[in-house]
């Protein structure tokens, strides 16, 4: 079983940066892949972006490549998305999620999400 809790979301005008933090419970969450998901109002849920359980690989979303980064510290339990350059379209509830082993671009194939934490982009 693995908790997960989303932090560092807020508003932000264009240009700016944030960094989430996904902080995880349970023993076995080094094992595990772990993504970043974001909804807009109105909109599907999407892929942002994914890093292997060790840190390794991650993949990006094309709308995000280049702006976002990213990365976990697994004795900190923690994963992290680094959003700089941020835009207003990138305005979402940002949710984490993990599953074993390896990312995938499907919210269904996650067997952990966390209550997520919004993110404002004015213009």
């Known amino acids: 079983q693995v908790q997960l809790v989303e932090s560092g979301g807020g508003l932000v005008q264009a240009g700016g940066s944030l960094r989430l933090s996904c902080a995880a419970s349970?023993?076995?969450?080094?094992?595990?892949?772990t993504s970043w998901f974001r909804q807009a109002p109105g909109k599907e849920r999407e892929f942002v972006s994914t890093?292997?359980?060790?840190?390794?690989?991650?993949l990006y979303a094309d709308s995000v490549k280049g702006r976002f980064t990213t990365s976990r510290d697994n004795a900190k339990n923690t994963v992290y998305l680094q959003m700089n350059s941020l835009k207003p379209e990138d305005t979402a509830v940002y949710y984490c999620?993990?599953?074993?082993?390896?990312?995938?671009?499907?919210?269904?194939?996650?067997?952990?999400w966390g209550q997520g934490t919004q993110v404002t982009v004015s213009s």
């Open positions: 999620a993990a599953r074993p082993y390896a990312g995938s671009w499907y919210a269904s194939d996650y067997d952990y």
């Open positions: 349970g023993h076995t969450f080094s094992s595990y892949a």
């Open positions: 890093v292997s359980w060790s840190g390794g690989q991650t």
